[in-house]
């Protein structure tokens, strides 16, 4: 069956810390993977993608994501959060054909401590 | 930029209303969707459109109908209010595969909706 998940839940980092958001699917055909972030009371935008090439890609707000098919993950981090990156953070994954059914994570909360 | 544009952004309905989410966008996407998003169940896919005069279900369709008269417009109808249709609903828009922007989609600021 095809699935995202996204292991953690709730994430709380002090402010300066490292980040990395887990993320992984279950998909039959090569996948291609998002990460949207979504700020409280907004709608989602888009961090970055993966589609193909380098398995490391970068993101808007200094994200990047590292695709590992071996591990059939797609990772989200940051090497330093800041206090406005507190928000709800979304992986989807899809496929050329008919990304837009796309199959989402149930998303993990970022919380950051000043 | 207007982007994905909802209207209402609250609305309180009492069980049986019905009523209607405007959605728009200016960007000439041809697919449109609306997605529902629910505490502990993610985002749900509730009908989508890949282009004027073409709709189709998604993974929770029942008690909504949508409309694709053109390109910038795809309105939700709720046909007769329930509380579980209590939810924040997203409407958002893609181009098709091959253009520049690839597959991104790209959403509204949601639509709060309380039946009671």
């Known amino acids: 069956a095809q699935s995202v998940t996204q292991p953690d839940i709730h994430i709380t980092v002090s402010e300066g810390a490292s980040l990395e958001l887990r993320c992984n699917y279950s998909?039959?055909?090569?996948?291609?993977l998002f990460w949207y972030v979504q700020s409280p009371g907004q709608g989602l935008q888009l961090l970055l993608k993966?589609?193909?090439?380098d398995t490391l890609v970068q993101g808007i707000k200094g994200f990047e994501a590292e695709f590992k098919r071996s591990q059939s993950s797609f990772n989200l981090r940051k090497p330093s959060v800041h206090w406005s990156d507190a928000a709800e953070y979304f992986c989807?994954?899809?496929?050329?054909?008919?990304?837009?059914?796309?199959?989402w994570g149930l998303g993990t909360s970022l919380a950051v401590n000043p | 930029n207007a982007g994905v544009t909802q209207t209402p952004k609250f609305q309180v309905l009492k069980t049986g209303q019905s009523m209607t989410l405007q959605c728009a966008q200016d960007m000439n996407h041809e697919y449109m969707s609306w997605y529902r998003q629910d505490p502990g169940m993610g985002l749900r896919l509730i009908h989508y459109s890949v282009g004027a005069g073409i709709t189709d279900q998604g993974e929770v369709p029942n008690g909504y109908n949508v409309s694709r008269s053109t390109t910038e417009d795809f309105p939700l109808r709720l046909l007769s209010a329930a509380p579980s249709q209590t939810s924040v609903y997203f409407c958002a828009s893609s181009p098709f595969t091959g253009q520049s922007s690839g597959n991104t989609i790209y959403f509204g600021e949601g639509s709060w909706l309380t039946v009671v």
């Open positions: 993966y589609f193909s090439g």
């Open positions: 998909y039959g055909a090569t996948p291609y």
């Open positions: 989807a994954v899809g496929n050329a054909g008919n990304n837009r059914k796309l199959i």
